[in-house]
Structures are given as C-alpha cells and as structure tokens.
C-alpha cells in the first residue's frame, strides 16, 4: 500500500477577525509538533497575509478557500492561483458552499483544480452529494460523476498530486456527520474509480472525510482503510478541538 501520510485542513470559511485568526493559528502552529500529519490552515482572503506571517517557519502550511482558473486580466473579484502560490501551498476548489452559491459546475470545479496545480498548489477538491441523492442510492454514482470530472480536467498525471475530499452535504455544519462505515464506502468508490485508470494515482492519492468532524469522531474516520485526513469546518475555528483532530491523525 502506498505510504499517504495523513492531512488535517482547517477550513475557516468567512469566519474569525483578523486578530482572532492571528491567535488562532499562532496557537495551533504553538501546538503541532510537526511530524508525521500534514496540517494546512485555510483562513479567508484577507487573513491569508497576516496569518503566513504567524505561519512562517513553523510546520503549518497555509490554503486559500478558492481560486480562480485565470492566470491573470480582467477577472474582478478573483484571486489567481499564481497570486496564492506567493502565500499558499494549498487551495480548496469546489467546496459545496462555492457549487451551491456561485454554481460552480463539476466542470469548473475541475479546471479550479487544474490551474491550482499548474501554479504549484496543491488543490483539496471537494464532492458530496446531496441528502436527496444519498436517499435515492445514488451517492457512490453522483460522487463518481464529480470526481471524473476533476480527473479529466487534471488528467493522468495531475491526478497523483491533487486531494480529494469527500463532504456530503448534509453532513456539513449540520452536526450530523456520516458514520466512518459510510463515509469509507464512498472514499472507497473514490480510490477504485481513480484506480481504474491509474492505479499508481489511485493507492498515492489522498482523500479526506468532511462533514461534522470534530475531536469525538476523528479517530473512527482515521482507522479507516481509505480515508487520509480530514476537512474541518467548525471545529478547526477552537485551537483545543482542532489540535485534538491533528492528535487522531498521528
Ligand atoms: C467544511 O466546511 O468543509 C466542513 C466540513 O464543515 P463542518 O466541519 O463544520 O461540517
């Protein structure tokens, strides 16, 4: 089996002032001792500044929330991800709050990616389905369509050096998170459809759970076969419960 060591990600949405994120990432670089999980801390835009500098020289690495596919010109309100790869090792694409409220397509989601990877950062790409689609047995297929998309967009190569997170939408921010036997079925389906055509890609590909996770949980996510690492939302915003999540990972 392929040597994937685990990622934690913060995903901090539009959350924390300035000071708040300073302190909060200070006191999770103060509490990581660095070896053997990657962590990545994913502040809003404008914290990205302020918290690589709490950031610098400390086994943290920073992310953005997303990206743009253009390199540069007239794409107001969009950042690049050449202008990231200046603050950043990682970006999230395709969150399910950014198909949701700016209709970001599977195929948008993986040019995201694409562009991510080509100015040298690292995209955490997002799928999930909807409760609906879960309800109607659909889950592992939708999931596919999502993922297929991204593989194609970054193609055979791409595909070893990107993440995957896997993050039912009603899973998020809801508290109800999926149980780690669902959630591995699905990760699972993940691996063996990127394996398909790429088996090489698909045992060194990396896929994380999203969804409610938090200190309770992390470690049934973590004893799975497949699942890498974790995409945190709510409770990456407390330096103790996101401390305690990076903790289960090692
Ligand atoms: C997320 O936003 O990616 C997420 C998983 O949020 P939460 O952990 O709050 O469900």
């Known amino acids: 089996m392929a040597d994937r060591t685990p990622l934690i990600a913060g995903n901090w949405k539009m959350n924390l002032e300035e000071w708040q994120a300073v302190e909060l990432a200070g006191s999770i670089a103060d509490g990581f001792k660095g070896t053997g999980v990657d962590v990545v801390l994913c502040p809003p835009f ?44 990682y970006v999230i694409v395709g969150h399910s709050e950014r198909r949701r409220d700016c209709c970001e397509s599977n195929e948008l989601v993986g040019q995201k990616a694409n562009a991510a990877l080509a100015a040298g950062l690292t995209p955490i790409a997002c799928v999930g389905e909807a409760l609906d689609i879960r309800d109607a047995g659909q889950a592992i297929s939708w999931v596919e369509e999502q993922v297929d998309a991204i593989a194609s967009a970054v193609g055979a190569e791409g595909v ?55 200190a309770e949980n992390a470690a049934a996510y973590l004893a799975t076969a497949n699942i890498d690492g974790l995409l945190v939302g709510g409770a990456s915003l407390k330096a103790d419960s996101f401390l305690e999540i990076v903790s289960a990972a090692i």
């Not at 020289?57 to 743009?68: E, I, K, R």
């Not at 993050?167 to 149980?179: D, F, M, Q």
Request: one cysteine or more.
């Open 46 to 89: 404008p914290w990205l500044v302020p918290v690589a500098a709490v950031l610098q020289g400390t086994p943290v690495a920073l992310g953005a929330q997303d990206c743009s596919t253009e390199t540069a010109g007239a794409y107001t309100g969009q950042v690049s991800p050449a202008m990231l790869n200046a603050l950043c090792s």
């Open 160 to 214: 070893a050096r990107i993440v995957i997170a896997y993050e039912p939408i009603w899973a998020i921010g809801t508290g109800r998170s999926a149980t780690p036997d669902d959630a591995e079925d699905v990760v699972a389906a993940i691996r063996a459809r990127v394996s398909a055509t790429n088996a090489t890609a698909g045992a060194q590909l990396r896929i994380l759970y999203g969804g409610s996770a938090n």
